[in-house]
């Protein structure tokens, strides 16, 4: 069944609240399930060995499951960067995954835009995952989220397979529509069920192929 933004979120507090699943569990949960589609990507892209990977992440838990990805990415054997706009509130799930990261070595650059150029003409990646802004987004993008935004669609025009973590950043999950701008990606992992916007006229050229991957919490009927 598909999710309008009221009903994910309100499941999201459906699986904390009233099942006790911790916040920090989801997240593991969703992240285990985008690293497996990382995966599968990086190996239909034919990328023998280590791959780099540019993770992308906003402060917020959209962000947070970019981070957790990154510990299973490096699990795996490639090599996870992270360009971050902004930082996770404290001591909340994402700054925990945020800190495992940093204590595993990954490096993580503030100021995305700047941080995808450097990083891209140092070590050309495989694959980028836009792990910026969840279903929370309800107005127009601006600033430093809107030029994240274009640096990796023009990445993404310039043949580097896009993963978008639940919904490409700046997209509407009722409408389809984005929100001045969003992410085109090549792919999207969507969380519990896809969101309603998704079957809307045009959504298709935002999200790319549509996934659902399981937060470990049985989908609402």
Same mark, same amino acid.
């Not at 023998?48 to 990805?69: E, P, R, T």
């Not at 960067?81 to 930082?87: D, E, L, P, S, V």
């Given at each position: $069944?598909?999710?309008t933004?009221a @009903?994910a979120r309100a499941?999201?507090?459906?699986?904390v609240?009233?099942?006790?699943?911790? /916040?920090?569990?989801?997240?593991?949960?969703? +992240?285990?399930? &985008?690293?497996?589609v990382?995966?599968?990507m990086?190996? !239909?892209?034919? *990328?023998?060995?280590?791959?780099?990977?540019l993770i992308?992440?906003?402060a917020? @838990?959209?962000?947070?499951?970019?981070?957790?990805?990154a510990r =299973?990415?490096?699990?795996?054997? =490639?090599?996870?960067?992270? +360009?971050?706009?902004?930082a996770?509130?404290n001591?909340?799930?994402?700054a925990?995954? +945020?800190?495992? &990261?940093?204590?595993?070595?990954? /490096?993580?650059?503030l100021?995305? /835009?700047?941080?995808?150029?450097?990083?891209?003409?140092?070590n050309?990646?495989?694959?980028? #995952?836009? *792990?910026?802004?969840?279903?929370? %987004?309800d107005?127009? #993008?601006?600033?430093? $989220?809107?030029? !994240?935004?274009?640096?990796?669609?023009?990445?993404r @025009?310039?043949?580097?397979?896009?993963?978008s973590?639940?919904?490409?950043s700046?997209?509407?999950?009722?409408?389809?529509?984005?929100l001045?701008?969003?992410?085109r990606?090549? $792919?999207? !992992?969507? $969380? %519990?069920?896809?969101k309603?916007?998704?079957a &809307?006229?045009?959504?298709?050229?935002?999200?790319?192929?549509?996934? %659902?991957?399981?937060?470990?919490v049985?989908?609402?009927?």
């Amino acid at each position: $069944m598909p999710l309008t933004r009221a @009903q994910a979120r309100a499941f999201d507090q459906h699986a904390v609240r009233d099942l006790g699943v911790p /916040e920090i569990v989801l997240m593991e949960n969703a +992240a285990r399930g &985008c690293a497996e589609v990382a995966v599968e990507m990086l190996a !239909a892209a034919a *990328a023998s060995g280590k791959a780099s990977v540019l993770i992308v992440c906003g402060a917020g @838990q959209n962000g947070g499951d970019g981070y957790a990805l990154a510990r =299973h990415l490096l699990a795996a054997g =490639h090599r996870p960067q992270i +360009a971050a706009i902004g930082a996770p509130r404290n001591r909340s799930p994402a700054a925990i995954n +945020a800190n495992t &990261c940093k204590r595993l070595g990954v /490096e993580i650059v503030l100021e995305a /835009e700047a941080a995808i150029d450097r990083i891209l003409n140092a070590n050309p990646c495989r694959l980028i #995952v836009d *792990a910026l802004l969840g279903t929370g %987004v309800d107005r127009p #993008v601006d600033g430093d $989220m809107r030029r !994240a935004i274009n640096a990796i669609n023009a990445r993404r @025009q310039g043949g580097v397979p896009v993963l978008s973590i639940d919904l490409p950043s700046g997209l509407d999950p009722d409408s389809g529509l984005p929100l001045g701008d969003a992410v085109r990606a090549t $792919m999207t !992992a969507t $969380m %519990v069920a896809p969101k309603i916007g998704f079957a &809307c006229a045009g959504a298709a050229a935002f999200t790319g192929l549509v996934t %659902v991957v399981s937060i470990g919490v049985p989908p609402p009927c």
